[in-house]
């Protein structure tokens, strides 16, 4: 009985307002609505502005300067200011200033100031500033500035300056001003001024001023700062270093082909990349004759000081090697320190010597032989046996001609 009266009562408050003038925009202190269009406002809705707002199920207004509450969803026909609740979804035709929490998504067909927290997903048609934190996504058709997170994707099509963290990726269509951290993918499609850090994969297709931290790959069109990943790829080098497995850079970085000999190995080669500073090594080496042997490895190399045509290196190496056969599945790393000292005769051509100091460890209990069973190390300073695992010391020399 008491329901049915409060219902009475509220359907005519309703149409007591829908007798009035609906085509002038009002500021209505309060309206309480059911469904549009059974609220107080009645058929007025869309030309008010309420400074509070309670939707039972969803309501409709012209705009909101002061709170909205829905317990399911709430749509604005122009601007919201101040806060906007909704257990599934706020929608606002203009633009929101202040809070927007929604249980499912907030959507603005205009930019947000302020801050947005929505169960699945934020999407603004316009620039943003604040924070917009989203369970799955946020989507900006604008630009952003403020902080980003999502659990799964963050999208601006314009500028990016500020914090984005994402559980899956970050795509920016223009340039990034800040970090950008994410479990798989950062994408910046303009230049990048600051950080990226990715589980996976950092890609900047511009100037990268800053670092770019991935679990696998860093690619870069112009770089200007650190790249630490496993593969690192850089069009051009500006300024700055890319440490990692792989470091390629196409202009200005350091790529050198080099013929080898040493105490050990009498015929080697080696390809060197990266940067002047720091670059990557793989090589090959090889013993000929009735005590064959070959091996393989990779290292990194320091550039550490250069003078006119002179210029002097510290290159560290680890190879695998295989004695008397293609390839021995056993231990047997020979681990190399050289300090090398260059002329550079021609641009494209240069000499390099130096002094070395070797480390030889072998076990050969997986191949059925004896540790000592090994011609590798031409003499040693320090020979010693540990349960089948043999360790030798010795320096030795190396020269090499680099094209």
């Known amino acids: 009985m008491k329901t049915g009266i409060s219902l009475l009562i509220f359907l005519g408050l309703s149409v007591a307002v829908w007798a009035g003038d609906t085509t002038k925009t009002q500021t209505r202190p309060f309206q309480i609505s059911f469904v549009h269009p059974m609220s107080t406002n009645g058929i007025g809705n869309a030309n008010s502005i309420n400074t509070f707002s309670l939707n039972l199920i969803s309501g409709y207004a012209g705009g909101v300067d002061g709170c909205e509450i829905g317990s399911f969803a709430n749509v604005v026909k122009n601007d919201v200011r101040g806060a906007q609740i909704s257990g599934f979804v706020n929608v ?20 947000s100031k302020g801050v947005q927290a929505a169960g699945f997903a934020n999407v603004v048609n316009d620039t943003s500033s604040g924070v917009q934190i989203a369970g799955f996504s946020n989507v900006n058709n604008g630009s952003f500035e403020g902080w980003q997170s999502a659990g799964f994707l963050n999208v601006n099509t314009q500028s990016f300056d500020g914090i984005q963290t994402a559980g899956f990726s970050n795509v920016n269509t223009a340039s990034v001003y800040g970090i950008q951290a994410s479990g798989f993918y950062n994408h910046a499609q303009d230049s990048l001024h600051g950080v990226q850090v990715a589980g996976f994969m950092n890609l900047s297709t511009g100037s990268t001023k800053g670092v770019q931290v991935a679990g696998f790959l860093n690619v870069s069109k112009r770089l200007k700062g ?9 069009d051009t080098l500006e300024g700055g270093t890319p440490i990692g497995f792989l470091s390629i850079v196409r202009k200005g970085g350091f790529n050198a082909f080099e013929l080898s000999a040493n105490e050990t190995f009498p015929l080697g080669m080696q390809l060197k990349t990266g940067s002047n500073r720091f670059y990557n090594l793989f090589h090959l080496s090889a013993r000929p004759g009735n005590a064959f042997a070959w091996a393989w490895g990779t290292g990194f190399g320091l550039n550490l000081k250069s003078q006119g045509r002179f210029r002097m290196n510290i290159d560290l190496l680890a190879s695998h090697i295989n004695e008397g056969q293609l390839y021995t599945n056993h231990l047997n790393l020979l681990s190399k320190a050289q300090l090398g000292f260059t002329w550079q005769i021609a641009r494209r051509f240069a000499i ?33 046996v540990y349960d089948q695992t043999r360790v030798q010391l010795w320096p030795g020399g190396f020269f090499s001609i680099r094209f």
């Open 226 to 234: 650190l790249q630490i990943g496993f593969i690192n790829y850089t």
């Open 352 to 384: 390099s010597a130096g002094p070395s100091f070797n480390c030889l460890v072998v076990n050969k209990q997986s191949a059925g032989e004896l540790a000592t069973d090994q011609t590798v190390a031409p003499y040693s300073v320090f020979d010693k």
């Open 92 to 111: 606002v035709g203009g633009q929101s200033d202040g809070v927007q929490l929604a249980g499912f998504s907030n959507v603005n067909q205009r930019g």
